[in-house]
């Protein structure tokens, strides 16, 4: 899985919002009024190496999913994933001390987003399955091109600027010249055969997420942001164990090492280690100065794919994920402020 394939992402904004507390208080000390008057921190040496290493961790998600669906189904690969995030999620949240109880006008948010989850990780995970870790780190990431049109013209609230919309049609020219170009067989007989099925129901998937973030803004006004992951963590889990109980088998496949650690790569370090690294950055650092290292997230998600499972490489295929990292900085880069007094 890509950064952005879950919460756990740099774009997801329940993160933003999971930076600190889940109220703000009535009266903040003098010390944090001076902190938030003095703006966000900059982002030094040690913070961007961190925020590079995430993204590099998220770029490596799809290739851990490829490793696991080598020996387990698809959704049983997301059921133990999303059950050693939810495990994380509840020291996580002792930690913040979140309460767990859910409020009667919580079930709705905690359920719909729950829902999401499911059929955003399946579809990914199936995608991912029937086609190539690089492609998956690429396709996920075209959720913003979803998010800024839902955004400005459903929900309305946000602004597709120009600079917004070019990037919006950069990364989505550069995907779908992918499917175009980079799904017929390669002479080099790599691990992983590209389907052009596979690549579009990546496409989907990447549709979901931006579906799905755009409704996490709304569903964390009604419920804090630890306590929405924990509980959508829970419930997506329950529903990829009963449909992986109804639907998957494991017979005639055996479990082997690198499944285990691509099991444990994205239980733990992605929905562990990303996600504390990245809530402790927010703490100091605006969203949008560590967002902007998600561009990198599907360069390395290709490498990666190149370097663990014999992914092709092509010209092409390079060329797009530039222009999506390209895309990524247009759309996440913050719109320079007006000073009273300018046009």
Not at 2 to 18: F, G, I, N, V, Y
Not at 19 to 46: D, K, M, Q
Not at 187 to 192: E, F, I, K, N, Q
Request: aromatic share 10%.
């Amino acid at each position: 899985m890509t950064p952005a394939e879950d919460p756990q992402s740099p774009e997801s904004p329940q993160l933003t919002r999971a930076a600190g507390p889940s109220a703000a208080p009535s009266a903040a000390p003098p010390e944090e009024n001076l902190s938030r008057r003095s703006g966000p921190a900059p982002v030094g040496p040690g913070t961007a190496a961190l925020a590079m290493l995430t993204s590099a961790l998220w770029g490596g998600t799809p290739t851990a999913i490829r490793f696991a669906t080598d020996s387990l189904p698809p959704v049983m690969v997301a059921a133990i994933r999303f059950g050693l995030a939810a495990l994380f999620m509840l020291f996580w949240i002792r930690w913040e001390g979140v309460g767990l109880r859910i409020r009667r006008e919580q079930w709705k948010p905690i359920l719909g987003a729950s829902l999401l989850l499911f059929v955003q990780i399946v579809t990914f995970n199936w995608g991912v399955a029937g086609s190539n870790s690089s492609h998956g780190s690429l396709f996920i990431n075209t959720f913003l091109f979803w998010v800024g049109p839902i955004e400005h013209f459903v929900t309305k609230t946000d602004r597709l600027t120009s600079r917004k919309t070019l990037g919006l049609l950069i990364a989505g020219l550069a995907s779908f010249g992918v499917l175009a170009t980079d799904t017929r067989p390669s002479s080099a007989l790599p691990r992983d055969e590209v389907t052009l099925a596979g690549d579009l129901v990546l496409l989907l998937s990447g549709l979901l997420l931006g579906i799905k973030i755009v409704y996490t803004k709304w569903a964390v006004r009604q419920v804090e942001p630890g306590k929405l992951i924990f509980w959508h963590d829970v419930f997506g889990t329950a529903l990829f164990l009963a449909y992986s109980g109804l639907f998957e088998t494991t017979r005639g496949r055996e479990l082997t090492p690198p499944a285990v650690w691509g099991l444990l790569y994205q239980g733990i370090l992605v929905g562990g280690f990303c996600f504390a690294i990245q809530a402790v950055q927010l703490k100091h650092h605006s969203a949008s100065q560590i967002a902007v290292f998600s561009a990198s997230t599907p360069l390395f998600g290709i490498v990666f794919g190149w370097l663990l499972r014999g992914d092709p490489l092509s010209w092409w295929l390079l060329a797009a994920t530039v222009g999506v990292g390209w895309g990524i900085l247009l759309v996440t880069r913050r719109e320079p402020e007006t000073s009273p007094g300018t046009g």
